[in-house]
Structure formats: structure tokens, C-alpha cells
């Protein structure tokens, strides 16, 4: 049984390299070009003050990794002694997006159109039942079952302001209004912050949403007396803050950043300065979101007024609510982690920042929810659909090898997380004020971060 084995690696690692060398034969480029490496194999480090570090990897495995669209095997890195993951990573952005099957950049309307129909399809059958049942045992479950379908939608909207639910803008555009404005989300608005968020995703300072606050801010949200100040404390630092965190970021932004408005077409960087929100040439498309979710509440007014407020609380307010702490649920635990680094200039990249994102496993609703737990290749590439975003993280786990923290396992239902989202709000309170890699600390000033990255940067008396 040893010969055989030994037979069956020896063939692997044969097929192994005679793909790198089939490879190399037909292009005549070696798979280390192609990477980013230098002939010896050794992967060049970016040119970035820190990646230096990443001269510890000094080999690449004779692993290859063969792409059956381009016919080519790639070399992947040996990680067996790679242990620091918040120094740069042994890989590119290229890299990353090369692994990536051409077919999984590719949007397809029709396919995006069936997802929103299914959506729109339930969210009218569970108001249909709920109403005609109308029973006070039945909207309870109605509200949960709706409230995460409205989050769905949010979904939905949330590809089209990424421009990958299609290649027509219009569509996106309407799309986007419609699924947004239904769940009281300026579509625009959020579309435009959405994506400064994206842009500097993982920095301290840059970063739009679910950032870490600093140590400076912390002290000042526990020792305010004003309401919005205390209001500010709750929402951060509590459970039930942070689930409805969203209407108020909407109407004010974060704690930390240049307070303004969603819904404020004037709220722009040539006349409130350069922490602003917009730019007066995107002045018109927030008026159109914020007409349009007037009309929503005028919608919503009608309702009210032919049915009463109290079918109005039950069909939609409460489900509102959900909806609201499912984008809260979500988003924090995608962004927040103990373990994970995040970075100030001149540490920061784009590519680490990203990976400063973490992918959540929410069992029956991965698809319900369209796949967003799949959070890191889309922070990375968000021009991707949702509908490829498994397939596409598959793709480049390999290459990213520890960089890619498995999320984990759910059950039927994700009720893990919840576990995990009450030790994330007890850890994970606030970082130094300087420092260009950093780690959360809790209320007592301790890092619980096992990872390597934290031990460097923090002594014995600063870890718990």
C-alpha cells in the first residue's frame, strides 16, 4: 500500500509539472510572469513600505493550478511557513482576478430578472396570506418571513448600484429605485457613499461604514452628556444599537465623519467641503431618489389612511424593522472581527483593505439573501453578480490559502451568529488613535486577536 502511494504522488506531482510545462510550451511565458514572480519563483513584493515582509515566502509550491478556459496552469504559493496575515499577501489584485473564470464577470439581465421576479413573487404571496389570515399568531411570523425578504430586495438594488445586475444602466437605475425605494433606501444616496465605502474599505480614517472608532472617539461617546451623544454610545457600543443602526446613518452618517444627509442633494463637497457626501453633478440623481421615496411615504400615507394604521404597523413597519436588522446584522458581521487587521496610510492598500472583510455562512439563507455572505471577492470585485460570487470565491481560495478565512458552518438556520455578533460587540470596541496596522481592543484596552499580526504589534500586557 506505501508503493502505491508513493505511485499516486509521484503521478500528481508529475501532472503537476507537466502542466506548467504544456503551459509554458504553448505560450511561451512561464506561469511565473504571468503571476507577478520572479524567475527564481520568488514572488516580487509590492513596492509598499511594509511588503518587504513578504520576502519570508521563498518558494512557491509545486502545486498548479490549471485553468480549463485558458488552458494554463499557474504556479501557487507555498504558505507553510507564512504565519503574519496582516503584512501584505504573497498575491496581486491580478492575481486574484486572473484566477477568476471569465465566465463568472459575465451579467446576464434575463438571470438577475428571474431573481427579482421570485422576490417580488414571495413578498406578495406572504402579504397576501398574512392579510387574509390577518391573525395576531400569524403576523409575527409574517413579520420575520418579510422583513427578510425585503432584505433580499435590498439585495437586488444593492447589485444594480454595483452596475453587475446588467450592461444597461437604465435598467440599473430603475431597478435599483424601485427594489430600494419600496424598503425606504434613497437608492442614489446610498449608491454613492455605497461606493466610497467599497473604495476604502479597511482604513481607519477613509472608510464610510462600520469602521472601527478610535480610542479618542470611544472616551468622548462614553463621557457625553448631550443626547445625540449618547445616542451615538448606544447605537456603536450596544446589541441592539448596532440592529438599528441604518435609518440614523442614513439621516446622519457614522459617529467620526462630516454629518450630512442621504436625502440632502446639497450635501455636496463643493458646498460643505471635501468630507462630503456628493458632488454637485450628482445633485440630480439624489433629488430623484429622495422624489422617490416622498412618494413611497405618500404611498405608505394612503395605506394607512384606507386600511388603518394598524394593518400599516403590521404589514409593513415591523417588517421595515427586520429588514433593518438584517442589513445591520449582515453588514457588522462582515466588517467586524476581533482577529482581522485594519490599516491607516501608508499600510493601506486596496487589496488589504478587502481582505480586512470576512465571509459569514447563514445556511438556508445564503440563497434567500442571494449569496452575500460570499463578502470578500465581492468587496474585491463588486462588478461581479451575485449569482457567481460562490463559484468565483471558490476560484481563488487556492491562491489566497490562509488570506482566506473560512467562515463557520451554519445550520439550518444561522443562529452561530448570533453568538458571535454579541462577542464581536464585547470585544471589538475601538482602536489606537495611531498606528498604520491595528487591531480591535475591548473596554478594558486588551487585543484578543490570536493572529500572529497581532502578538508583533502588541505587547504581553496589551493582549488578553
Avoid at 444597461?168 to 465605502?197: C, D, E, F, Q
Avoid at 413597519?317 to 490599516?343: A, C, G, R, S
Wanted: hydrophobic share 35%; charged share 20%; with cysteine.
Amino acid at each position: 500500500q506505501g508503493r502505491s502511494t508513493g505511485r499516486s504522488e509521484m503521478l500528481r506531482s508529475t501532472l503537476a509539472l507537466c502542466l506548467v510545462a504544456s503551459s509554458t510550451a504553448f505560450t511561451g511565458v512561464t506561469p511565473g510572469a504571468r503571476l507577478g514572480l520572479a524567475p527564481s519563483g520568488i514572488r516580487h513584493a509590492s513596492a509598499h513600505p511594509r511588503s518587504a515582509g513578504a520576502s519570508s515566502l521563498s518558494k512557491v509550491s509545486m502545486v498548479a493550478s490549471y485553468n480549463s478556459e485558458t488552458k494554463t496552469a499557474k504556479a501557487l504559493p507555498d504558505y507553510t511557513d507564512w504565519k503574519d496575515l496582516s503584512q501584505a499577501p504573497p498575491f496581486s489584485l491580478k492575481d486574484m482576478q486572473e484566477a477568476i473564470p471569465k465566465h463568472l464577470w459575465e451579467k446576464n439581465a434575463v438571470k438577475s430578472m428571474s431573481y427579482l421576479l421570485k422576490d417580488i413573487v414571495i413578498v406578495g404571496s406572504l402579504l397576501a396570506v398574512a392579510t387574509v389570515a390577518n391573525n395576531p399568531f400569524v403576523w409575527p411570523l409574517y413579520w420575520a418571513a418579510q422583513g427578510t425578504m425585503f432584505w433580499a430586495l435590498f439585495v437586488v438594488g444593492h447589485d444594480c448600484g454595483h452596475a453587475s445586475f446588467s450592461n444597461n444602466k437604465a435598467l440599473n437605475n430603475l431597478v435599483g429605485h424601485i427594489t430600494h425605494s419600496s424598503i425606504m433606501v434613497p437608492y442614489h444616496g446610498w449608491r454613492i457613499s455605497h461606493r466610497t465605502h467599497h473604495g476604502n474599505h479597511g482604513h481607519v480614517e477613509n472608510d464610510e461604514s462600520w469602521y472601527p472608532t478610535t480610542k479618542e472617539n470611544y472616551d468622548e461617546l462614553n463621557e457625553a452628556t448631550d443626547v445625540l451623544g449618547r445616542i451615538g454610545n448606544w447605537v456603536r457600543f450596544s446589541m441592539l444599537g448596532n440592529l438599528l443602526a441604518y435609518p440614523l446613518y442614513l439621516m446622519n452618517r457614522s459617529p467620526g465623519r462630516l454629518q450630512g444627509t442621504h436625502y440632502d442633494w446639497n450635501f455636496t463637497q463643493e458646498k460643505q467641503g471635501p468630507d462630503a457626501l456628493f458632488k454637485n453633478s450628482e445633485s440630480g440623481m439624489i433629488k430623484t431618489s429622495t422624489a422617490c421615496l416622498a412618494a413611497m411615504v405618500a404611498l405608505l400615507a394612503g395605506v394607512g389612511a384606507k386600511f388603518g394604521v394598524g394593518y400599516l404597523f403590521n404589514s409593513y413597519i415591523m417588517p421595515y424593522i427586520v429588514f433593518v436588522m438584517w442589513l445591520d446584522l449582515v453588514t457588522y458581521l462582515h466588517h467586524t472581527d476581533n482577529e482581522l487587521p485594519w490599516y491607516r496610510d501608508p499600510e493601506w492598500t486596496y487589496l488589504r483593505g478587502g481582505l480586512s472583510t470576512t465571509d459569514r455562512d447563514y445556511g438556508i439563507l445564503n440563497k434567500v439573501h442571494h449569496d452575500i455572505g460570499t463578502h470578500v471577492v465581492h468587496h474585491l470585485f463588486p462588478q461581479i453578480p451575485h449569482h457567481n460570487l460562490c463559484e468565483a470565491t471558490e476560484a481563488v481560495k487556492p491562491l489566497m490559502g490562509p488570506y482566506y478565512r473560512e467562515p463557520e458552518k451554519s445550520g439550518f438556520l444561522p443562529f452561530h451568529l448570533l453568538g458571535a455578533f454579541a462577542k464581536y460587540v464585547k470585544e471589538c470596541k475601538y482602536v489606537k488613535d495611531e498606528g498604520s496596522i491595528v487591531y480591535y481592543q475591548n473596554a478594558d484596552g486588551k487585543v484578543t486577536s490570536s493572529e500572529e499580526g497581532a502578538k508583533k504589534l502588541y505587547s504581553d500586557d496589551e493582549r488578553a
